[in-house]
């Protein structure tokens, strides 16, 4: 395989795939305002650019002659079989092809569902296809392996990232981990769906860009490999659920432990309601990260020795999911709230009552502060409790 060189920190381009997301939309803030290095990224949307079209990748690519691709693009967890396949298998093979064709690197993220469950599951340990696996798992798994086969037989120089549960700012789905503190701010949470001691991985976000940014300077070191890019200490979900719930200071969830058997008869029995329910036009569905449910029950804490001996050096060593948990919930409630999504911490984390009391009652008298200038919206950087505004937050309006 040719590798081609680091370009050093001459100017390079690069291609986020996915970067309306909360691991490419990390990623492309990152290379956009976090580094002075000189790199451009450009992350086409979906809607400009969809990886279920071969021909459209092909062109793109081409056209755009980047100096490297980075894929976050995921189909929705409980996707379909044709969807899961098209977005998680056939976009990311197709945009190797290219990245092989092109010379240039592919960076891919993977998940930690394409591995075995248990303690300290190391990068070798993948599950195996059988018959009940999630259409995200397979697709994903399946990506995982003809990645590695173009590696070893086409020339393809690309690194592999499995992220485990991942925590930080920009969700705009409402997924996974930050899923579970909505239903915990939204006191839709009564009791535990999980066992006492039940562990699993956690994957910073805000640190992965210094990673990818890491890797592709040093090609020589990270290529063909794959890493487990998760926190060293696995969490108990049982901890982190009673922790969340303390510094909300609500009363649920309460420590009672609902045995698997007993959440999976009762995921089925809504999923009955809630079909019955679109006979009669109301449109609700379960929660997608339930395709997980089991995992809820299991421990799957992955090993990440292989990242801590590589040359990449962490740029953020303390940082924890419980270090950034009050930032991230201020964050959450904050937009929840404003997106009226939630009403239980309205009055904590409302920001300001009194432009609220202007812009509902008197806009006109607003819109003339803001004409005269003596108020200024448009380039505010939004600061949570006096820490630095995450690498993610959009600038935010209205802070009087
Ligand atoms: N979030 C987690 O907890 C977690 C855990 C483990 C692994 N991961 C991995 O991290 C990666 C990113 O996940 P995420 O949580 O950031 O997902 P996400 O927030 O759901 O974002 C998915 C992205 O994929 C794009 N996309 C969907 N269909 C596409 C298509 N046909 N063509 C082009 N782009 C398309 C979406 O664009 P539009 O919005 O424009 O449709 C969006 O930007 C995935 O590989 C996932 O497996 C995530």
Request: charged share 20%.
């Amino acid at each position: 395989m040719s590798i081609r060189k680091s370009a050093g920190e001459t100017g390079r381009l690069g291609i986020v795939i996915g970067g309306s997301g909360l691991v490419g939309g990390t990623i492309v803030n990152y290379f956009k305002s976090r580094t002075t290095a000189p790199i451009e990224v450009r992350a086409p949307s979906s809607k400009k650019l969809s990886i279920r079209e071969p021909t459209d990748i092909r062109n793109y690519l081409l056209a755009s002659k980047p100096d490297f691709v980075i894929n976050a693009a995921i189909a929705n967890i409980n996707a379909d079989e044709q969807l899961s396949f098209e977005v998680n298998y056939l976009g990311p093979i197709n945009i190797a092809k290219i990245a092989a064709e092109l010379n240039i690197p592919y960076i891919h993220i993977s998940s930690a569902a394409t591995l075995e469950l248990g303690p300290d599951i190391t990068e070798k340990q993948h599950k195996q296809f059988t018959p009940g696996l999630s259409n995200y798992t397979r697709s994903k798994l399946m990506a995982e392996k003809t990645l590695r086969h173009l590696s070893q037989n086409e020339g393809l120089d690309y690194t592999l990232i499995r992220l485990a549960a991942v925590y930080g700012n920009h969700d705009h789905k409402i997924q996974g981990i930050h899923r579970m503190l909505f239903s915990i701010a939204d006191e839709s949470m009564p009791v535990l769906f999980t066992k006492k001691g039940v562990l699993h991985s956690y994957s910073n976000c805000r640190k992965l860009p210094y990673f990818i940014h890491h890797i592709l300077n040093n090609r020589e070191e990270f290529t063909g490999e794959d890493y487990n890019f998760v926190d060293k200490y696995g969490v108990e979900l049982a901890d982190l659920i009673m922790t969340i719930k303390s510094y909300l200071q609500l009363n649920y969830p309460k420590e009672i432990y609902i045995p698997y058997p007993l959440a999976k008869a009762g995921k089925r029995s809504v999923a009955v309601i809630l079909k019955l329910l679109r006979k009669f036009g109301l449109k609700a569905n379960l929660p997608s990260e339930l395709v997980f449910l089991k995992q809820f029950y299991v421990t799957q804490t992955l090993n990440c020795d292989k990242l801590h001996n590589s040359s990449f050096v962490d740029p953020f060593p303390d940082e924890t999911i419980y270090s950034r948990l009050p930032e991230l919930i201020i964050y959450y409630l904050q937009r929840w709230s404003h997106e009226n999504l939630i009403s239980t911490f309205e009055e904590e984390v409302t920001i300001d009552h009194a432009f609220k009391d202007r812009f509902v009652n008197n806009p006109e008298e607003l819109l003339e502060s803001i004409h005269n200038g003596s108020m200024s919206f448009f380039q505010t950087t939004h600061v949570i409790h006096g820490q630095e505004p995450d690498s993610n937050e959009a600038t935010k309006p209205l802070q009087t």
